[in-house]
């Protein structure tokens, strides 16, 4: 039996577009990330019957939290257009130690808009953003071109 695989979290990448230029440009890797996190969370419930618990599930609600070295390029203006214009936007997480033998990464795609994005500017050091995305409806796995 094959040995697990990690992955390393250098080789998880965020690529990010506005879902407006969807027809005229490709998804963009979202310049010095520092970090790319992903939480998929769904409520539950039990109602107590005479027979024994019964579950119920909410629905999925996923959401990105994401960091960068802030910089002068067109996905950083993107990510603030976002949150500033309530724009919504497309974000890919990409994972380039899990390829396919097309060629392809495996990732997960999701639609939603940018919820928050902090920049600390402290002296002597590097600007650095960090962002919360929320999305709509569910994210889909698949195995995608790490330009999507």
């Known amino acids: 039996m094959a040995q697990p695989q990690k992955i390393n979290g250098s080789n998880v990448l965020g690529l990010f577009r506005l879902e407006k230029n969807a027809a005229t440009e490709k998804a963009a890797i979202i310049n010095h990330q520092t970090s790319l996190d992903f939480e998929f969370k769904r409520d539950s419930d039990s109602t107590s019957t005479k027979t024994g618990s019964l579950s119920t599930s909410g629905s999925l609600e996923t959401t990105i939290k994401f960091s960068f070295v802030d910089n002068i390029s067109k996905v950083s203006d993107d990510i603030r257009t976002s949150i500033l214009n309530a724009e919504p936007a497309e974000l ?57």
């Open 92 to 148: 890919w997480q990409v994972q380039l130690d899990r390829k396919n033998s097309e060629g392809k990464y495996f990732g997960c795609y999701v639609r939603g808009t940018v919820s928050s994005d902090s920049a600390k500017n402290d002296d002597g050091d590097n600007s650095t953003r960090e962002c919360e995305f929320k999305c709509d409806g569910t994210p889909h796995l698949h195995y995608i071109r790490k330009e999507c």
